[in-house]
């Protein structure tokens, strides 16, 4: 390997690692808050950049029934909720926020489809489709088990993959999309080449980066959710819900997932399920942070950006064994600096 | 139903069962087939997951290790597919021992999502190995023979696949039932307590996930000289986590469950395989669906699975009555008078919080010594220390001329050391006998291979008849197979207390063991404790009922701001009047 290719994959990888920074954030920020590892967040990413793929080929996106779909269900759930807890008039809210809000992109969606939109409109669209499923999946199936284990949290998380991944082949069908380059632009630096793209990549984990920092330093919302995290209990005492924490929690993961596959689409080929091995790879990145700290996560992902990135160069079959085993000896080093972990995490038996 | 009609039911069962091949067609006994393949991987599940508390979503990864090696050994070096089962369980014991000895020690969700990242690395390896095949699998695996009997028709290998799931899961039953087992039940809920009682977490933890795994490695062998060919595909992640809600499905909690999941999984993936086309072009997507929103169901209103609903209908088994047997060996009691317990300049900080300062006493055997102190003077940190649940800043601790300052709580409990818990830590859903059978565990030897095989059932009826003996001796030999969480707070520390005496300690420990006890059964306790000294034990606790600690102790040390106030016998301690202003306030 000659210095340049090295220079060549580390800038690569940092463009990767970009984009596993800020999944990796949005995790943080899901399990932090609600305590959900939540493994199907890269599903969301790959279905921002399938939504915009389609809407380029001027097709209708599949997003737009997925929506209508999961919101049906967490109206159902919430009248169901607030019946049983015989609060109907709370019923209206929940309508509104889990009905008529994301409908409303995806009503936009379906009557323009096939208009011919510019592409600065496009984007924000396909943002705005993608982003209420983070909120109504936990809606749907982990509010009600707000207090249960981490552990249990974990399984009903890594069982709603299957589900994701079948609405996509169901919406999206089984090929693979790449949307159109966001811009074309080259420089040379010497020998350095960077395109407009990685830059934007680079720069978009830069910027959310600096934001969520400021959203969590210096707004009361921010404080909310921070303090939700420490402690559910005292948060709840103080005033703050933490259903709506963790709804708000998981619309900005969402929202950080969207701007992702924007992203990421237009340098690789997504299928329905691609989300599942990116969304893992930030998880190899936030555990390499501990999973509850943002600057170590995205070190983390930045780190496993430029790994695979020289992988793929030495063997690219092998690449995703390099990525995956790397956490092995991560979470070796990890025991034995945290010494012994106790983890007095009581499993309520039925 | 009564038992009689369960035990026909059960008998009709497995008569249907082994006379399948001769009135089910081929395709069935083929699902069958694949059941009982499922069932064993899922049965290594229900051991680690249900009993151990240990979550993984990779055991399809080491089914496919174990397919591998038998398919690679016996078509590249043809080899004889029982040198082949003997690699593959090699092979995949060793890769638990690695995997595991790396990732048993952390806690929580950081081991499933290790498994998630070696259950994936190890499926792309099976894809990118020339030897292997890559993609394309290996072929031509050959039958397995038992002597010139092939087991290549279904109906053959049928037999053997349900003989070893029906071996499998009674040995994992007498496992279950036996010391090691109880200490796999009692992992599920915080280590500190479980090591406090001599038992190596670690070695349990990584010895379960070992049988977990080597199940599945049979499950691999078979399923490899089953289908004759090996391919990456059915041993990737989405099988993995399949396995896992096979036994959450069926009932982690049961060990039947791994049969009922797998049978309901099987036959619900095959259904859904002939409705679902008629509703969608093609079929399979929606399948995943349905899995995804049944899982999401069952974990959100069934947790238990389908097993606790069947054993509704069923009556429980009579437990094994608890016969006379001749007593667990007993430790020599130290002499009385001699110096047992010296406790020299200990010295713990929290953060910015002295918990402890400069705290030294010495417990001569055979005494009763009070610990007391207003809420928040060190006292249960000083106890933490001393049996090595928390490791000090500084100091000295010795037992019986023995520096155990930092032996960890493990050598600490077996060199005669037995505790309760401030905020008690029992296992709930453990019977009351089987809660106190876990204090035996440094009294007794049998290990797992004995425990599958039930050589240990001697010394088993010693050690239930010594837990017995412990329960009726404080007073809860009432009930011995209820469940030790129906218990009133109160009578829970008391069981706490036999726990530690069937330790048969030198020195016993007790955190606030009267809290919570009426006025009758305070009086059983001083008793208690009376007739532990007559007998040569030595007894330190902490308690805030002065009243109690005054009648019950031959000497008092007083803690204050994690500092050694004064130490001295009831009446010295009452009248200092240093003691009294740390309880009342100064009188100036």
Known sequence: MTPDIGLILGIDGIATGSIYILVGLGLVLIFSVTRVVFVPFGDIVAFSALTLATMQLGRMPGTVYMIVTLAAVACLVEIG????????????????????????????????????????????LAIALVVPIGPLIERIALRPLADASVLLLLVVSVALTFGLSGLGLLFFGPEGFRTKPLTGEIFRFGPIILSTQTLLMVASAAVFSLLLFLFFEQTLIGKALRATSVNRIGARIVGIRPGNAAALAFLLASLLGAVSGILIGPTTTLYYDSGFIIGLKAFVGAIIGGLTSYPGTALGALLIGVLESFASFWNSSLKEVVVFSVLIPVLLWRSLSLGRVDDEDHEVEE | MSRRAAIVLALAVIALLAAAPFYATSFTITLLNYIGIYALVALGIVLLTGFGGLTSFGQAAFVGIAAYSTAWLTTAEGASPWLGLLFALASTGLAATVLGAVTLRLGGHYLPLGTVAWGLAIFFLFGNFEALGRHNGLANVPPIYIGSLSLEPTAAIYYLIWAVLIAATILVANLLESRE?????????????????????????????????????????????????????????????????????????????????????????????????????????????????????????????????????????????????????????????????????????????????????DIKAGEIVGLIGPNGAGKSTVFNLITGALTCDDGKIFFLGEDITRAGQRRIAEAGIARTFQHVKLRPNMSLLDNVLLGTYPRTRAGFFKAALRLDRQEERRARFEAFAQLKRVGLGDEPYGPAGNLPLGRQRILEVARALAADPALIILDEPAAGLSRVEKKALVDLLHSLRNEGVTVLLVEHDVEFVMGLVDRIVVMDFGSKLVEGTPAAVRANPRVQEAYLGSVA
């Open chain 1, 81 to 124: 909720h607030h019946l049983r807890r015989r609060q109907p008039r709370r019923i209206v809210r929940g309508l509104f926020y889990y009905g008529l809000l994301p409908l409303i992109p995806a009503a936009i969606a379906f009557f323009t489809a096939g208009a011919n939109m510019p592409s600065w409109l496009q984007i924000p």
């Open chain 2, 181 to 361: 087992g109880r200490a796999i039940r009692s992992l599920r809920g915080g280590v500190v307590m479980v090591e406090s009682l001599g038992i190596s977490v670690f070695r349990i933890r990584l010895i379960t996930f070992i049988i977990a795994a080597l199940l599945a490695g049979f499950s691999g062998w078979l399923y490899a000289h089953m289908s004759r060919f090996v391919s990456p595909a059915p041993f990737d992640l989405r099988m993995g986590i399949q396995y896992l809600f096979m036994a959450i499905l069926g009932g982690s909690g049961h060990i039947l469950g791994a049969v009922v999941g797998a049978a309901l999984i099987t036959l619900l993936e095959n259904a859904l395989q002939d409705v679902l086309p008629l509703f969608a072009r093609d079929g399979q997507q929606l399948e995943v669906i349905v899995f995804a929103v049944i899982y999401v169901l069952v974990l959100q209103f069934a947790r238990g699975g389908v097993m606790p609903f069947v054993l509704r209908l069923v009556p429980g088994a009579a437990k094994a009555p608890i016969v006379a047997a001749a007593p667990l060996p007993r430790r020599t009691m130290p002499e009385r008078g001699t110096a047992l317990l010296s406790v020299e300049r200990l010295f713990k900080r929290f953060g910015g919080l002295e918990a402890v300062s400069q705290v030294g006493f």
